[in-house]
Structure formats: C-alpha cells, structure tokens
C-alpha cells in the first residue's frame, strides 16, 4: 500500500462493465483500461509478477507509516483507527506542484484470505471520518476506492492485480486524470517489484502469520490440489478437463510449482480475452505433450483458435481432449 497508493488520482472502485484494452506491456506490467459506464473516467488495472514470497509482498502493502518518506510527495500517512491487522482506516495527505492542489483522503481497508483459490484480497475505500479534520490547502477525496488482488504463484512469487478508479475532486479535466492513471500504473508495480528487496520487509515477513499459513498449505497436496482447480474453474467452464489437469502432475506444477509459468500467465487473463487463450493453449500442452507422438498434431490441436475458444466457453472440451489422446495410443511411432 505504502507504493501502490503514491498517486491518489488512481485509486478506484471496481469496474462496472466493459472489456478490458491493454495499453502498457514493458518491463513485465501489463496495464490495462476500460471505460465506465456514465463516468468519463477509465478504470484501470495493472499486473505484475513479483519475485517473492506473498508474506514479504503483504509486509510491504501493510507499511502505512513507510508511505511518507523524505523527498516524496507523501506528506503525512497515519493510522486512524486499526482493528486488526486486515482491518483499519488511515490517513495520508500528497502535495503536489502547482497548478494542481494538494490531496487527502481517509482510506478504509479490509483484507481477506481466499484460501481456496491462494490468493489475499485487499479493498480499499476513501471514507468520511469526523475524527480527521479536512487540511488546510488540501482537496479531500471522498470519492475513491480500489483493489488489490496478492495471488501465490510459487514460493518465491507473487501475482499481483491492482484495479483502480476514482473522482480526485476539484477541477481537473477527464483527460487529465485518465492519463495520469495510466502513467502511474507502470512506476507504482516497479516501486513494489524493488521495495520488496528491502531488510525491513523481509524482517517483518519472516514473524508474519502468512509465512505460517502459507507452509501449513503447502505440507497439504489436496490443498494445493484444490487451490489449482479453483484456479483453472476461474478460466475453463469444463470440470471434467480441470479434473483431468489437475491429475497431471506437470500441470500442477505449471501453475503453482517454483517455475509458475502458468501462474504467471494466467495474471494477464484479469486484463484480457487473448492472454486467457494462451494460457489455455500453455495448459493443454502442459497436460497433453507428454502422450503426443506425433508433435505436429498436438501443435495443430493445442493452437487451434476456435478450440481455445470452446474451453473458455463452456463444457465439453474433455471429450475432445480424450478423442486427440485415443488418436495419439493408434498413431504407430
């Protein structure tokens, strides 16, 4: 939170509707927009895969004092009130040059555990609070929310999906505010991706409950097992194929194992259509090479675009998976 939350003109609610148009793919973020409908401003979403543990990506988020620091525009950052430490409402204030007016907001946040699907969600919300007296020279943003989805990809990395949306107050043009959100998207997951280097966090991972949650899982195969085919159920409508992914162990280990490489390429699914193709795509390779004789084929069947089309669409991929693996026992070697 204490980098993600550096430009309060991008923080938002969630998305309402609409298909998601990337804009931004450089140095490993995806950015993507979409417009709102009745607003004239976007919502926008960014992934990223960070190289560490979630623990160490949750200390960094929780790191509300941390977000004022010398030479940033942060000014002020404070708890209000802390129930818990998934619970609490804190406050920061952000100066910036003229002609632009300075900003505050009271920002309410609650954290969850999704453990079936291995993921933490954040959301966060800019309330009205009585007990924090509006600064003098500051616009008070009271329209603002947001959402940051921490997924385990492995245990040394992190998905992260931040989506944003919010009405800065004052007198700034639409355009002005739809660029600055997609400008900052990119610097704030960099700020992330190098903050979690830091001995501080690292520090405060290591005594965090996470750190012992997430091993209990990993010591738990059905867990791990289960946590995939939520996973997959969240891209692929047919359970009888995720039933026969999950089985393979190449699979499991592609999505949730110390490579990943699904893990990480199902982030760009939250953003769109054609990054869920390829993944799908990476799956049936993933579950099916290991029994294809005949290479060309499996190339033919695992790329073909209307197929790829069918399995996010709705049931019945597995008989066509079964049919390929028949044809494959009879092709002679």
């Not at 769109?272 to 033919?300: I, K, T």
């Amino acid at each position: 939170m204490r980098l993600l939350l550096a430009a309060l003109l991008l923080l938002a609610r969630p998305a309402l509707a609409g298909e998601w148009e990337q804009f931004l793919d450089e140095d490993g973020v995806k950015g993507y927009a979409r417009a709102v409908p009745g607003s004239k401003l976007i919502e926008v979403r960014s992934t990223i895969m960070v190289p560490a543990r979630i623990e160490v990506v949750g200390a960094v988020l929780r790191d509300i004092e941390g977000m004022a620091r010398p030479g940033q525009s942060c000014t002020a950052a404070r708890y209000v009130e802390k129930l818990d430490r998934n619970r609490y409402s804190f406050y920061v204030a952000y100066d910036f040059p003229w002609p632009a007016s300075s900003r505050d907001a009271v920002i309410r946040v609650v954290t969850r555990y999704d453990l079936e699907r291995g993921r933490v969600i954040s959301d966060l919300r800019a309330i009205e609070d009585a007990r924090v007296p509006r600064r003098k020279g500051h616009v008070r943003i009271t329209d603002l929310s947001s959402q940051f989805v921490i997924e385990y990809l492995s245990r040394h990395k992190t998905g992260v999906i931040y989506t944003s949306r919010a009405d800065p107050a004052g007198h700034l043009p639409s355009f002005l505010v739809n660029r600055g959100a997609k400008k900052s998207l990119k610097q704030n997951a960099l700020d992330l991706r190098r903050a979690v280097t830091k001995p501080e966090y690292l520090k405060a991972a290591a005594s965090s409950p996470d750190a012992a949650l997430i091993e209990r899982s990993l010591r738990d195969p059905a867990r791990m097992a289960k946590i995939v085919a939520n996973r997959l159920g969240e891209l692929i409508r047919d359970r009888p194929l995720i039933a026969r992914m999950v089985g393979e162990r190449r699979v499991v280990e592609a999505l949730c194992g110390e490579k990943g490489n699904v893990g990480e390429l199902l982030l760009e699914g939250w953003g769109s259509r054609a990054s869920r193709r390829r993944a799908v795509e990476l799956l049936l390779r993933q579950l099916l090479a290991p029994r294809a004789r005949d290479r060309a084929a499996l190339d033919r069947f695992v790329s073909d675009p209307a197929r790829l089309e069918r399995i996010l669409a709705g049931p019945g991929a597995d008989a066509e998976v079964a049919a390929f693996l028949a044809g494959q026992e009879k092709t002679p070697r």
